[in-house]
């Protein structure tokens, strides 16, 4: 592949983990990698000096009209007449309580407004809330999309009315302007459809690669300098893939032969078992020591408004009786990723610490591997807020979960008896 073929697939993919939160919310996480596809086919099929010079926005049209393409059911447009505040203050700015108590209600009930909204206002609204910037220059305007993304809060405060109670909805409805719900809905689109599947990556590359290599538009040069590996193994003899395929086997039989004769020839082999791999109580319990305060702060709010800017997460940090917040740590994830938040406590009455890791669902599956979240816990998480707690081998701990977080707080002096009557999530 040229140089310059390999610099337009890297513009395009950038806009990967834009794109895949928004093809989440219009096809579903299992749908979403084909939808993507689909769209990559279409953008390679295009020469780059005749793509938008914002290519992001461009990739989420073409992301709009293939989804479109798969819905049967007609446009629904937003009732006209509703009340937009795109740039009003809000009424209730001067009232902490007031805005306090609005975003612990928007938090719960975004995802049940977004998934009310019929699927041509979420495609609005997805794309209203993943565009990367509504100021920046484009030769692209509202006016060009099929789809009304200036209606797309509207249907979302309609939603949120439907799925509210009134007093809870008059809440929301004055503390929050547009652009605020535009903010959450990416905070949890962006939360909520992670981390991206490894594999979607290279297999967008290989699509791309796939469709340059038919394009009209490359070049005979460029075309047979870069063969693809597919076409090169068409080209191959037919008889050589039989004959591979039998040595390839025969090396496999004798490896496994190998490797199976040598277990059995050594000594205990069958007598000890696999060690036994810890859970996310004794992962947790074994990151804690090694935890320093990146932040400082004795203020929630603060320590919220730090992991928002960090890891673009809507998190409630939970009060410990008993225990001063010091502020908020970090533990750092092998695949270069942006690790787990940790809030980090001390006992006010013994100066025990006491570390409450913020995973989600997304982050313990990618820990499967070193600390599993077995059936059993799972199931006693479904109910929100209460706290369960565990002991392996020598840590203990609590668990609870609010939304998608999932909470582990340990301690390495304090039981997690002594600690569930304390905790208020």
């Known amino acids: 592949m040229s140089s310059s073929s390999s610099a337009d697939d890297a513009s395009l993919l950038s806009a990967l983990t ?16 084909d939808l993507l596809l689909r769209v990559y086919q279409r953008a390679a099929e295009r020469p780059p000096t005749e793509r938008p010079d914002n290519e992001e926005q461009w990739l989420l049209r073409l992301l709009r009209e293939a989804c479109a393409t798969n819905d049967e059911a007609g446009p629904q447009t937003p009732d006209a007449g509703e009340r937009t505040n795109e740039t009003s203050p809000s009424s209730d700015d001067t009232d902490p309580l007031r805005r306090d108590v609005a975003e612990t209600i928007l938090q719960d009930a975004l995802p049940v407004a977004v998934a009310a909204c019929p699927l041509e206002a979420r495609s609005s609204l997805a794309t209203a809330a993943l565009e990367p910037d509504e100021n920046a220059p484009s030769d692209l305007s509202l006016s060009d999309l099929s789809l009304p993304d200036a209606d797309a809060p509207t249907a979302l405060r309609r939603a949120l009315n439907d799925v ?17 719900l535009r903010a959450a809905t990416r905070s949890w689109l962006t939360a909520h459809f992670s981390p991206m599947p490894r594999s979607l990556r290279p297999r967008v590359q290989s699509t791309l690669a796939a469709a340059r290599s038919r394009s009209p538009a490359t070049s005979p040069s460029s075309s047979g300098s870069a063969q693809a590996p597919e076409d090169a193994a068409s080209d191959a003899s ?10 390839t086997l025969l090396g496999a039989l004798l490896l496994a032969g190998g490797a199976g004769a040598a277990y059995v020839l050594q000594p205990g082999a069958s007598s000890s078992p696999p060690p036994e791999r810890p859970d996310l109580i004794s992962f947790s319990a074994a990151q804690a020591p090694g935890l320093s305060v990146a932040k400082p702060t004795s203020s929630a709010g603060a ?3 730090h992991i928002a800017s960090t890891w673009n997460r809507r998190v409630r940090v939970p009060t410990i009786a008993g225990a001063a917040l010091q502020g908020v740590g970090r533990v750092a994830a092998e695949n270069g ?15 025990a610490r006491i570390a409450a890791f913020v995973y989600t669902y997304a982050l313990v599956d990618d820990l499967q591997a070193a600390a599993p979240l077995n059936t059993q816990v799972r199931s006693q998480l479904a109910e929100r807020n209460r706290p369960v707690a565990q002991t392996r081998d020598s840590a203990s ?12 707080a340990v301690s390495p002096s304090l039981s997690a008896d002594s600690l569930r009557p304390r905790l208020r999530p």
């Open 303 to 305: 320590a919220e408004t």
């Open 238 to 247: 037919p008889s050589w893939r039989p004959r591979t395929l039998v040595l």
């Open 18 to 33: 834009t794109l895949y939160p928004a093809a989440c919310l219009l096809a579903g996480p299992d749908a979403a990698p």
């Open 164 to 180: 509210l109670p009134q007093a809870q909805y008059a809440l929301v409805d004055d503390a929050f302007s547009d652009a605020d």
């Open 397 to 408: 701990g609590l668990l609870w979960r609010n939304r998608d977080d999932i909470f582990v």
């Open 337 to 351: 990723g942006p690790g787990v938040p940790v809030l980090l406590y001390s006992d006010s009455t013994t100066g």
